[in-house]
């Protein structure tokens, strides 16, 4: 049952994700990174009582544990790790980015971090689009209504 207001969300998160994928490809993560992100996000309204004030957000607890692993999908790509599009750096900046990668440069905690960082941003952001869209179809109260007898 605590789910249910989750399972109710599935339309919208194909809709969403439809919309969001710009942002995705802007991104320094690939689809297939992305998709590994999110299987480990759980969605969450935060005073789901109060329609007007509650907000969706996203439960990045479990990131930490797939983050090794998105090093790993851009080795099985056959590439470095990517770079936000219009990032600064230019063609340089890719090159150098790929060598850290061969010689280890750079840490790999730091880089874990910074992947970690990045994907919390980016699944924030996604939640308040997602927020967004079901406001936007008349949706979100409902929502709010089945996350607080869920939580009840």
Known sequence: MADNWQDHLAG?????????EQQVKSSRFSSQEWGLIMTAVEFEVRSAGDPDGARLVANTAKLEAVVPELGKIQEEMGGAPRQPSGSS????????Q??????????????????LAAARTLTENYAAELQAYLEEQGRWAD????????EA
């Open 12 to 20: 919208a998160r194909m809709r969403v994700d439809q919309q969001f």
């Open 143 to 150: 929502v709010c209504a089945m996350a607080a007898e869920a």
């Open 98 to 115: 790929y060598l850290d990668g061969l010689t280890g440069d750079g840490g790999p905690e730091g880089g874990d971090d910074e992947q």
């Open 89 to 96: 750096g230019g063609l340089f900046g890719r090159l150098r």
